[in-house]
């Protein structure tokens, strides 16, 4: 029986490139989450002068498509200039591996977003927004979808968590349906924190836990 994976799929998979993390990235994305079933974490170096991506990392949980095509992403956007690394799409990944399984489609997906991701989060911390409109809850709640409950694989806004959120003086504070002492709380609160502190005009990230009244 022969396998569903392209030779080059495979060899990415047994071979992985810019496996690793960078201690002092320029910026750092995380998609997905492991109860999904894959997940991907990438760091950035970049260029302050030419903003050409120096150096680029991954880490992930899942399977053989999920490993190789953050491999893959990562050797296409390296020596890029973020500008041109911003124009790698999961479509591209997919072709330069030879083609994936449709239902491994996601994991090439997966991969390209955390690309986006990292080089949005560059682009916020740094000063490179070039329209700098006010972060809204619109904003928010968009990046909140790729928050996920790692008890049911679904975003916080999908099962109802975040409850209210509250934007004043640069202070974003989200109000989540879970006691503090819950054993999923502390990833929940990291997760938020992560994708919402890059934001340009975000001072402070509070999750703010409902109290327990038993």
């Not at 124009?87 to 072709?95: F, P, T």
């Not at 591996?97 to 560059?122: F, M, Q, R, S, W």
Request: proline share 5%; with cysteine.
């Amino acid at each position: 029986m022969s396998l569903p994976y392209s030779q080059k799929v495979l060899d990415y998979f047994m071979h992985p490139k810019n496996v690793g993390e960078i201690e002092d990235a320029d910026a750092v994305a995380t998609e997905g989450s492991p109860s999904c079933g894959d997940m991907v974490r990438l760091y950035l170096k970049v260029n302050p002068e030419t903003k050409v991506i120096e150096d680029i990392k991954f880490k992930s949980y899942g399977c053989a498509s999920n490993i190789a095509t953050a491999s893959i992403i990562t050797e296409l956007a390296r020596g890029k200039k973020i500008d041109e690394a911003k124009k790698i799409d999961w479509k591209v990944a997919d072709k330069e591996l030879g083609g994936l399984p449709p239902v491994k489609i996601h994991c090439a997906v997966l991969a390209a977003d955390a690309l986006k991701t990292a080089i949005e989060n560059y682009e916020h911390q740094h000063g490179l927004i070039k329209d700098k409109k006010p972060t809204d809850e619109k904003v928010i709640r968009k990046r909140l979808k790729h928050v996920i409950n790692p008890l049911t694989g679904l975003d916080v806004l999908q099962v109802n968590l975040v409850k209210n959120i509250e934007i004043k003086d640069g202070i974003i504070k989200v109000y989540v349906d879970l006691d503090q002492t819950h054993p999923i709380a502390n990833t929940i609160k990291e997760q938020i924190v992560e994708r919402l502190t890059p934001l340009w005009d975000v001072k402070e990230v509070k999750v703010i836990f409902r109290v327990d009244r038993g």
